[in-house]
């Protein structure tokens, strides 16, 4: 079984392939699923691991801003300041960030921004130089260093507030303030200017698979222009896109909460809590063939049969899974599956 760090490396690694291939939108589904596993696996990282954890993130970052997913490389930089000791290079990584950010979008930001830079002296002031367009790199006095076990809370704080929350929750984000235009008045030229460049903005985010960042933008054009059809239609296409993230992140959960052995039990679990039945029976009987004594393949086995509606074949195959395993029906496996409907 691979450790948490080799997962969320393995995770990089095929996003930086895709990148090269020209795949951003899978690029970034990789990346994703890297942040989401360093998140579940927080508490089992060794701390001698954190120089390389560290600089998987910093991969992570750099992956981000290379397909233009604002979002994602903001979450990567604030897992980098809970884990780093080196709170200067982070800053010079925010400060990447800024200049790689459309100024309409880096506001979007601040509320979590402002967090984030009373943990950050470097961060606070990169932002307060951006926000009068004077990005400086002055020391200042003080650098707070974290021990591993405080650096570990700040994650686990993160996961609450900032980057995990529950797919049953929508993460709040802060909108830019727009004038108090009633919907019975003619928009003003310069409000309509505005408006367009974030129709444009929003487009490209799209484009990019950013769908958070336009969902904002999309969201502002429409409390400034309540009747604006262009962006009605557009943000119905990005909620939709968002709730189908959701759902395969609620799935990428769940498989992980299993705590699969390989990439194939990985996959045969993805149809299952897809509920692709047949085709996960399909697939486990290959496996099997291979792996006559893997006893959570033989559970796994038993459970898809059961969902095909095949009881006393079902039985049998836990019944061997069990002699394999007396302990299987303990593991995380079934917990999961017995949980899921």
């Known amino acids: ?44 990282f060794d701390p001698d691991e954190f120089p390389g954890l560290v600089k998987t993130i910093e991969n992570i970052f750099d992956d981000f801003l290379k397909i233009g997913d604002f979002s994602g490389s903001y ?28 100024k309409v979008i880096a506001e979007q930001f601040e509320p979590r921004i402002s967090k984030l830079a009373q943990k950050n002296q470097f961060i606070r002031q990169a932002w307060e130089s951006y926000k009068t367009n004077q990005i400086s790199t002055a020391k200042p006095q003080e650098i707070e260093i974290k021990k591993p076990q405080e650096q570990a809370q700040e994650v686990k704080q993160l996961q609450s507030s900032q980057i995990a929350a529950p797919i049953s929750q929508e993460r709040k984000i802060e909108t830019v303030p727009q004038p108090n235009i009633s919907s019975s008045q003619p928009i003003q030229p310069q409000m309509d200017s505005v408006i367009k460049l974030k129709l444009t903005i929003a487009s490209t985010e799209i484009s990019r698979g950013n769908y958070e960042n336009a969902y904002v933008l999309l969201s502002d054009i429409l409390k400034a222009d309540p009747n604006n059809l262009e962006a009605k239609k557009m943000l119905e296409g990005v909620q939709a896109k968002r709730n189908q993230l959701e759902q395969e992140k609620a799935i990428t959960n769940l498989i992980n909460s299993t705590e699969p052995t390989s990439d194939d039990e990985r996959e045969v679990l993805k149809l299952y809590f897809t ?28 459970q898809i049969v059961k969902k095909l509606g095949d009881e006393k074949t079902s039985q049998n195959f836990e019944s061997f899974a069990k002699r394999l395993d007396p302990k299987i029906e303990d593991s995380k496996l079934a917990q999961t599956i017995k949980s899921f409907q």
């Open 75 to 102: 979450d990567s930089l604030v897992l980098l300041n809970a884990f780093s000791s080196d709170k200067r290079r982070v800053g010079d990584k925010f400060t990447v960030w800024l200049k790689e950010v459309p």
């Open 275 to 302: 509920k692709n039945f047949r085709e996960a029976n399909d697939l486990i009987t290959k496996l099997l063939v291979k792996e006559r004594n893997n006893a959570r393949l033989w559970y796994l086995k038993s």
């Open 1 to 44: 079984m691979i450790g948490p760090l080799e997962l969320v490396q393995n995770y990089e690694k095929a996003a930086k392939e895709l990148i090269a291939n020209g795949k951003t939108e899978a690029a970034g589904k990789e990346l994703k699923k890297a942040i989401s596993a360093i998140l579940d696996q927080q508490d089992n």
